[in-house]
């Protein structure tokens, strides 16, 4: 029995060998392509922004309608902060867009008057803005290039002050309406979150304006010229897939 074994056993080792010979070699198999993932800049979306601005006031004056000249110019400057939302539609690497802005605002400048000098102080500010503007971008993968264009409309008060006392002469406030063009760069730097920076030029119409005493009383009509710059940075959060598979 055990030279039956010990032939068994070199029967099988010389066996293997020329087995494994006869086996077929496994077939190559060709790695999958490999997959690109690329940014998609379609839907919803909504997001916070703050910066800065600057609106250059021109007031020239104007009692009964006609006009005795210039009475300075002068920058309102200071911050802004707010937010915006908007719809975006992507076609290959075009994208277009609606968005809506509010922003409060602390722009804020004066001047001493021209035609009364030493007499009135001239001031401007602007509490609040909004921009109501169309799209057009273009994207390489998650950064985007857009420029934008619609309406724009500023929440304001005009203020002259007697320049020895400080004491108030006249005021008005008005809600006025013009437009805006502007330009951003926009990064998607994770799913669904973009951040960009923004800059936007606001073309607002001439006004009339009367300022009026505490008491009602007229003190002046002045005709005012207004345009306004704005660089903000912006936050945004998308409601839509952020990546799209392309072999």
Same mark, same amino acid.
Request: net charge neutral.
């Given at each position: 029995?055990?030279?039956?074994?010990?032939?068994?056993?070199?029967?099988?080792?010389?066996?293997?060998?020329?087995?494994?010979?006869?086996?077929?070699?496994?077939?190559?198999?060709?790695?999958?392509?490999?997959?690109?993932?690329?940014?998609?800049?379609?839907?919803?979306?909504?997001?916070?922004?703050?910066?800065?601005?600057?609106?250059?006031?021109?007031?020239?004056?104007?009692?009964?309608?006609?006009?005795?000249?210039?009475?300075?110019?002068?920058?309102?400057?200071?911050?802004?902060?707010?937010?915006?939302?908007?719809?975006?539609?992507?076609?290959?690497?075009?994208?277009?867009?609606?968005?809506?802005?509010?922003?409060?605002?602390?722009?804020?400048?004066?001047?001493?008057?021209?035609?009364?000098?030493?007499?009135?102080?001239?001031?401007?500010?602007?509490?609040?803005? =909004? &921009?109501?503007?169309?799209?057009?971008?273009?994207?390489? %993968?998650?950064?985007? /290039?857009?420029?934008?264009? +619609? *309406?724009?409309?500023?929440?304001?008060?005009?203020?002259?002050?007697?320049?020895?006392?400080?004491?108030?002469?006249?005021?008005?406030?008005?809600?006025?309406?013009?437009?805006?063009?502007?330009?951003?760069?926009?990064?998607?730097?994770?799913?669904?979150?973009?951040? =960009? &920076?923004?800059?936007?030029?606001?073309?607002?119409?001439? %006004?009339?304006?009367? /300022?009026?005493?505490?008491? +009602? *009383?007229?003190?002046?009509t002045i005709r005012e010229r207004q345009d306004v710059d704005l660089v903000t940075v912006r936050v945004n959060y998308r409601w839509g897939g952020p990546v799209v598979a392309r072999y």
């Amino acid at each position: 029995m055990k030279k039956f074994l010990l032939g068994t056993v070199a029967l099988i080792a010389f066996a293997a060998p020329a087995a494994a010979a006869d086996r077929a070699a496994r077939p190559y198999t060709k790695a999958p392509p490999m997959i690109a993932a690329v940014y998609d800049w379609s839907g919803f979306y909504i997001g916070a922004n703050g910066g800065w601005g600057s609106s250059h006031n021109c007031w020239n004056q104007t009692p009964g309608g006609i006009s005795i000249g210039s009475d300075g110019c002068h920058d309102a400057t200071g911050g802004v902060a707010g937010g915006q939302i908007g719809y975006r539609w992507q076609s290959g690497t075009w994208v277009f867009g609606l968005e809506a802005q509010g922003d409060w605002a602390d722009l804020k400048g004066s001047n001493a008057s021209v035609i009364f000098p030493g007499l009135f102080t001239n001031q401007s500010k602007i509490d609040a803005f =909004g &921009l109501f503007t169309g799209q057009i971008g273009y994207a390489v %993968n998650n950064t985007l /290039l857009y420029v934008k264009g +619609g *309406a724009a409309l500023t929440d304001n008060r005009y203020s002259t002050y007697f320049t020895p006392t400080g004491v108030l002469a006249g005021r008005a406030s008005d809600t006025r309406w013009g437009g805006t063009v502007g330009a951003g760069v926009e990064f998607g730097f994770a799913p669904n979150w973009t951040a =960009g &920076l923004e800059y936007d030029h606001l073309f607002m119409q001439d %006004n009339t304006y009367n /300022l009026v005493t505490p008491t +009602g *009383a007229l003190n002046s009509t002045i005709r005012e010229r207004q345009d306004v710059d704005l660089v903000t940075v912006r936050v945004n959060y998308r409601w839509g897939g952020p990546v799209v598979a392309r072999y």
